[in-house]
């Protein structure tokens, strides 16, 4: 019997499996995080530890404001990947159930591993591009609630520009060539990402004396960590589906 005759898994089944994805792989984003983000976050801290001696007001009434260590800080790492990973993973699990209509019955694993690439793409390499990581130490204390909340905006931007995008690649008909489906589907995606770069402000607050290395070292350490966690999302939720779609084949065999 063909794979692709079983009925579809119940969302329980897909959410499970969505968020046990999810869990691995922020494990594994937080363990990148820690090899090649910490040893940046240490200097960048250094940094700015030493701008603090020389107000002695300020250094200590910053100390009394640190409620909690760099090793618990460390340790929280894995807690805070690993429980957003999990979430990001129910979040792909619930998308693919609503889309699962213009999926085909066939391509359980290319299907998670497209979402995860149009998530990592839109939610954190447009946003990235426009307004990359900073390590300590940088940025106004003042602008944080701007900051974050453009951010967030450019997120949702990021994710209408991979809408639209997909929306481009449809647009032109199934029986286009595929050159220009494809540059259809890029069309929509530049265009949107155009102009949100366009109309977002921009914020330049990097110090002029913070080493310019650490500062990019930094910022590719916190988006490699991205990468791995999405990628992994991808892979793993793929691997469990197509799991699951052989499971539910072979108990509708005959005979099972």
């Known amino acids: 019997m063909p794979l692709n005759t079983t009925t579809a898994p119940p969302f329980l089944a897909v959410l499970v499996r969505g968020l046990l994805a999810g869990l691995i792989a922020g494990l594994l984003a937080g363990a990148f995080a820690y090899v090649a983000g910490e040893p940046h976050v240490e200097a960048a801290i250094a940094i700015e530890e030493a701008a603090t001696h020389a107000e002695p007001a300020a250094g200590a009434h910053d100390h009394e404001d640190a409620l909690v260590g760099r090793t618990g800080q ?24 609503l889309l699962s209509r213009r999926r085909r019955g066939d391509d359980d694993g290319r299907s998670g591993l497209l979402l995860a690439g149009a998530a990592l793409l839109g939610a954190v390499i447009v946003p990235f591009l426009k307004y990359p990581a900073n390590p300590p130490a940088v940025g106004d204390p003042a602008t944080i609630d701007q900051r974050t909340v453009t951010y967030l905006l450019m997120v949702v931007l990021g994710l209408v520009a991979v809408w639209a995008g997909s929306l481009g690649y449809r647009s032109v008909g199934a029986q286009a060539p595929p050159w220009l489906r494809a540059a259809a589907a890029v069309g929509g995606f530049l265009l949107v990402t155009a102009v949100s770069y366009v109309v977002m402000p921009s914020f330049q607050e990097v110090p002029a004396d913070f080493p310019a290395t650490l500062l990019w070292d930094f910022r590719l350490a916190s988006l490699g960590t991205q990468v791995v966690l999405w990628t992994g999302i991808g892979l793993l939720f793929a691997a469990l589906m197509h799991h699951e779609r052989r499971r539910r084949a072979a108990t509708a065999l005959p005979g099972t």
């Open 74 to 97: 460390r340790g929280g790492l894995f807690l805070a990947t690993g429980l957003f990973g999990a979430a990001m993973g129910g979040l792909l699990a619930t998308a693919y159930v």
